[in-house]
């Protein structure tokens, strides 16, 4: 038998074999659903939002607070290095050791708790855009069932879209008579370690 008559008869077989790799036939797949989509912007909404502003300027008058705080801090322990550089002839090698030490202390500890203050700052800001984005995604929900839209896309993902599809500025709207300002819970303040109170007098008279 010649290849070509093989290959006609196996041709008889390919209508099962397409039907076998799809799985099912094409009369049993259920048609999609017309496309009807609304687009929102959450980035506009956690920017533009009354209760996004008002979160944003908590935070900010926090980490002015601090900042000031820290600066503080920051002179002191400046100002403790020059004097230890000062008295390092006229103190007692083991004198000096001490207080350097005490002066490494205070530094690693105003780093540390510059490092755990940001990041339970960035903390409070993702708990506070959270309940946001949990407030407008129940307003952008009703919405699309308003509109019997059935795709809600973000508008960051679109090259191109035509007028009346973006719902953002309805949604900030209305969640801005649902949730016009939201208290940030803010990091508790943690008092500072006795020995970091303490100024180093002692010995200092010896000159």
Same mark, same amino acid.
């Given at each position: ?13 390919? /209508? ?14 259920? #048609?999609? /659903?017309?496309?009807?989509?609304? $687009? ?52 007692? #090698?083991?004198?000096?050791? !001490? ?9 690693? !500890?105003?780093?540390?708790? $510059?490092?755990?203050?940001?990041? !339970? ?35 960051? !993902? ?21 949730? /016009? ?9 943690? #008092? #500072?370690? /006795? ?13």
């Amino acid at each position: 038998m010649s290849s070509f008559a093989t290959a006609r008869r196996l041709a008889r077989y390919w /209508p099962v074999l397409a039907a076998l790799a799809v799985g099912l036939p094409a009369h049993a797949q259920a #048609p999609l /659903p017309t496309p009807a989509i609304i $687009v929102v912007d959450t980035n506009q909404i956690l920017r533009d939002s009354k209760a996004a502003k008002d979160v944003q300027q908590q935070l900010k008058q926090q980490e002015t607070a601090y900042s000031k705080e820290v600066s503080q801090q920051e002179a002191d322990l400046k100002n403790m290095q020059d004097e230890l550089e000062r008295q390092r002839t006229v103190l007692a #090698p083991d004198v000096f050791a !001490a207080r350097s030490q005490d002066f490494q202390r205070r530094y690693v !500890a105003l780093d540390r708790d $510059v490092q755990m203050k940001r990041q !339970a700052l960035q903390q409070s800001l993702n708990d506070a855009r959270d309940k946001i984005n949990n407030a407008a995604l129940k307003i952008i929900t009703d919405i699309a069932k308003e509109r019997k839209a059935n795709m809600v896309v973000e508008k960051a !993902a679109l090259v191109y879209m035509v007028s009346g599809l973006d719902i953002t500025a309805e949604v900030i709207q209305q969640l801005d008579k649902a949730l /016009p300002t939201l208290v940030v819970s803010l990091p508790k303040e943690t #008092p #500072p370690q /006795p020995q970091l109170l303490a100024a180093p007098t002692a010995a200092k008279k010896k000159k």
